[in-house]
């Protein structure tokens, strides 16, 4: 079973800040991998489908690369509407798994 | 716009069956696949499983033995059995839907269901 390790767990930054979120597979899973944003008492929210693809809607500061086994979500120019919890999902196989989420909070 | 709104039981008792509903709004569900995800307290996702608008499924080895997920095309619902709960299945759970199996692009909010006597 591939597993996926995000880090970090949380981060603290300021609106206007940079901010990266890593996230590990186990294996290699090519470049399927997706990204949501979750807030609080909310069903997460697509925002990165192939690894770097960004879903209709989603503001441009966001966005993702990687490939195999190391992936990065990255927000170029934080905003308030952008302190969440972020997931990781790989989906090369089903079931699809999940990283443990990165808590994403005001400084 | 989709939307998803989860419906049901939020305590169940050891042994029973936990029975979910989601509802379609803003489109046919007779389009996409649509599936069950869950999140316990503290931890992660995990995917349950899911059925495609033809009724064909597909669920995660780790619950297959447990669950059924059908549709109810008239109502433009689909819904989660899972028998014999423990309190290991504790969480809130979230419908979605999506285009394909790999990514969710719609969600519902959640429902929390308590496994407790």
């Known amino acids: 079973d591939i597993q996926m390790t995000q880090s970090p767990s949380s981060v603290s930054a300021s609106v206007g800040d940079r901010v990266t979120i890593t996230c590990r597979a186990s294996?290699?899973?090519?470049?399927?991998l997706a990204w949501y944003q979750q807030k609080p008492g909310k069903g997460p929210k697509l925002l990165i489908y192939?690894?770097?693809s960004l879903h209709g809607g989603v503001p441009s500061r966001f966005s993702g690369s990687g490939y195999g086994t190391d992936f990065t979500l990255t927000i170029s120019s934080l905003q308030p509407e952008d302190f969440a919890t972020y997931y990781c999902?790989?989906?090369?196989?089903?079931?699809?798994?999940f990283g443990q989420g990165t808590r994403l909070e005001i400084k | 716009q989709v939307q998803l709104q989860e419906s049901g039981p939020g305590l169940v008792k050891p042994s029973e069956t936990l029975s979910l509903t989601c509802t379609v709004s803003?489109?046919?569900?007779?389009?996409?696949?649509w599936s069950w995800m869950r999140q316990p307290p503290g931890k992660g996702l995990e995917s349950i499983g899911y059925?495609?608008?033809?009724?064909?499924?597909n669920y995660n080895p780790s619950l297959k033995s447990r669950v059924t997920i059908s549709l109810d095309t008239s109502k433009n619902q689909f819904s989660l059995k899972l028998s014999s709960v423990t309190a290991a299945d504790t969480a809130v759970y979230y419908c979605?839907?999506?285009?394909?199996?790999?990514?969710?692009?719609?969600w519902g909010q959640g429902s929390l269901v308590t496994v407790s006597s």
């Open positions: 803003g489109g046919s569900i007779s389009s996409y696949y």
């Open positions: 979605a839907g999506s285009p394909n199996t790999r990514y969710f692009d719609f």
């Open positions: 294996q290699g899973i090519g470049n399927w």
């Open positions: 192939t690894a770097s």
């Open positions: 999902q790989r989906a090369n196989s089903f079931p699809p798994g």
């Open positions: 059925i495609y608008h033809s009724g064909s499924t």
